[in-house]
């Protein structure tokens, strides 16, 4: 991890804690500023990080630089969107249309079918591609 500069969000993703906590105890003199600053954002080194662990009695959790070796019990890990083609446009009454996927999903809805359409006709492409 030398040479390696972070930022206040990966900082508190290094040390599971929320933003404020680390900006109040550094805005209140609990812990020294970080030495480098860019931009009016701190810029945290690696030694900054060790110290907001000490400081806050956590245990940091580095980010490993091969993905074969990340802990297999990481809950907040997620596959993301799936689309399935083909798309389909379907009436949901007078007034709204809802646009699904292969697997019978809704994806999204829209006042009229033109609009539905082309998200459908996008979704299509982005498939595809």
């Not at 404020?20 to 030495?35: C, K, V």
């Not at 580095?62 to 070796?69: G, I, R, Y």
Request: hydrophobic share 40%; aromatic share 6%.
């Amino acid at each position: 991890m030398n040479n390696h500069h972070l930022l206040l969000n990966d900082v508190t993703r290094i040390l599971r804690l929320k933003p404020h906590r680390i900006a109040y105890a550094i805005a209140t003199g609990q812990i020294d500023e970080p030495a480098l600053r860019i931009a009016n954002k701190r810029v945290f080194a690696e030694e900054d990080v060790r110290r907001l662990a000490v400081h806050f009695r956590v245990t940091p959790r580095w980010p490993s630089p091969d993905p074969a070796t990340e802990d297999s019990d990481q809950v907040d890990r997620h596959e993301g969107l799936v689309l399935k083609p083909p798309f389909e446009v379907r009436s949901t009454g007078e007034s709204a249309h809802e646009v699904r996927d292969g697997a019978g999903e809704v994806y999204c809805w829209a006042a009229d079918r033109a609009r539905a359409l082309i998200v459908a006709g996008l979704l299509e492409s982005a498939v595809k591609a």
